[in-house]
């Protein structure tokens, strides 16, 4: 039987961990041909995937990228075109944390304008120029095609500083870019994960836990399971963390010709976070 992506051409930035990986992984189970791009120094965890994928006969490659830098997201879009012969299914991984500063350190009032200007251009600006990037080759090529970006349950909820902020930069962006796109049978939908184990929770777990006075609080907060527990994370209705897994599978969806009335939406994989606590 036909996988559902078969004869697509994907590119998935921040492919080489966590949601990103679970994502290319499974399109190309599901027959896709993949360029997975990531940060030169993930070289290594993305050479993994592509063994992975190429172990079950699917076909992957690596294109590093530095998503903040304007030549190198067309670079990474124009490798992908010559590798793939096009590209017509993207999903725009890469991303940051930074809730810990936001939780325990020093709020909104004293956040440093550095930190503020990394997340957004990691997690907004990066975004935007991936999928303005791939999106010009599709209008230009008369090519149908998605895109789906990484928001966050955060982009609904407020308590996580700049990391909200971008987030909720990130799914206006992609509803101006579905309105945009749609006559050209471009779809592009926003996907807001709740709480995934990946390892940029695992290393904002890591990092706060550095701090011994946050350590301390944690401790109190019964250990690093009370991470989240200031905020609504903390309460997830169907009683367990998510997978990245979870998250691939309703990019799948979103991407391939099942999810086709779709555009404009943003879908939560979050165990019930925002639709029971944020207010959907
Ligand atoms: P991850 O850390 O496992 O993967 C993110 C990848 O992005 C890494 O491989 C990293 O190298 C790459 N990356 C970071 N900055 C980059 C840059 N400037 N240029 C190129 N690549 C860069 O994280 P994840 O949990 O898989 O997160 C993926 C996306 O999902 C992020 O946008 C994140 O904000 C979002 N998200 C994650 C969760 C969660 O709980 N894990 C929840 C909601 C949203």
């Not at 949601?19 to 041909?33: C, H, K, P, R, V």
């Not at 120094?41 to 690596?62: S, Y």
Request: with cysteine.
């Amino acid at each position: 039987m036909p996988g559902r992506m078969e004869g697509r051409r994907a590119l998935v930035t921040g492919g080489a961990s966590g949601i990103g990986a679970a994502t290319a992984e499974l399109f190309a189970a599901e027959g896709a041909a993949v360029v997975l791009a990531d940060l030169d120094r993930q070289a290594g965890l993305a050479g993994e995937v592509v063994a992975r994928i190429e172990g079950k006969g699917g076909t992957a490659w690596f294109q590093p990228v530095e998503v903040r830098d304007e030549a190198a997201v067309q670079g990474m879009v124009d490798a992908a075109v010559d590798r793939l012969g096009g590209v017509d299914a993207v999903v725009a991984s890469a991303g940051v944390a930074g809730h810990a500063e936001a939780q325990f350190g020093t709020g909104l009032l004293g956040t440093e304008l550095a930190h503020w200007q990394f997340v957004l251009d990691v997690n907004l600006t990066g975004v935007m120029l991936t999928a303005q990037r791939a999106a010009r080759w599709m209008v230009a090529h008369e090519t149908p095609g998605t895109i789906v970006t990484l928001a966050s349950s955060a982009a609904k909820l407020s308590g996580l500083g700049a990391y909200s902020v971008s987030k909720a930069g990130l799914w206006m962006y992609t509803r101006g870019l579905a309105a945009e796109l749609a006559p050209h049978r471009i779809r592009v939908n926003a996907i807001g994960p709740g709480l995934i184990w990946t390892p940029l929770v695992e290393e904002a777990i890591r990092r706060v836990m550095a701090d011994p006075a946050i350590a301390a609080e944690l401790t109190e907060r019964g250990g690093a399971a009370g991470l989240f527990g200031g905020n609504p994370l903390a309460s997830i209705p169907l009683g367990r963390v998510g997978q990245p897994s979870d998250v691939a599978y309703t990019a799948l969806f979103l991407s391939c010709d099942e999810g086709s009335y779709y555009t404009g939406a943003l879908l939560h994989p979050d165990g019930g976070i925002v639709s029971t606590l944020a207010g959907g």
